[in-house]
């Protein structure tokens, strides 16, 4: 079972940037396709983008042109640029394959705040 470790989260202002990561336990990482999700204060969890194992990309609508997600597979590493971001987006950031598995298998997170 593939396990995550998220990292890069942070306190930012509204319009800074932030670079999240996530490292992969696990030699068929390579097979996956990974996405970032992100669960805000009283929120449900939601999938704001993914990327396959052959590198084909889709984000959710209000994230596109500011968030691009990319993989190192040499890595086993899955990022997640953050641009232009929203106080509306301060949440628990996670990453995990895309579906996901079940029974599901979730890292920590990393907590990403947008506050002036």
């Known amino acids: 079972q593939v396990q995550f470790v998220e990292s890069g989260g942070g306190l930012v202002q509204p319009g800074g940037s932030l670079r999240l990561s996530c490292a992969a336990s696990?030699?068929?990482?390579?097979?996956?396709?990974m996405g970032w999700y992100r669960q805000g204060p009283g929120k449900q969890r939601e999938l704001v983008a993914y990327?396959?194992?052959?590198?084909?990309?889709t984000y959710t609508d209000s994230v596109k042109d500011r968030l691009t997600v990319s993989r190192d597979n040499d890595k086993n590493t899955v990022y997640l640029q953050m641009n232009s971001l929203k106080p509306e987006e301060t949440a628990v950031y996670y990453c995990n394959v895309v579906p996901i598995a079940s029974p599901p298998c979730w890292g920590q997170g990393t907590q990403v705040t947008v506050s002036s």
């Open positions: 990327i396959t194992s052959a590198g084909s990309i």
């Open positions: 696990g030699r068929i990482f390579s097979f996956y396709a």
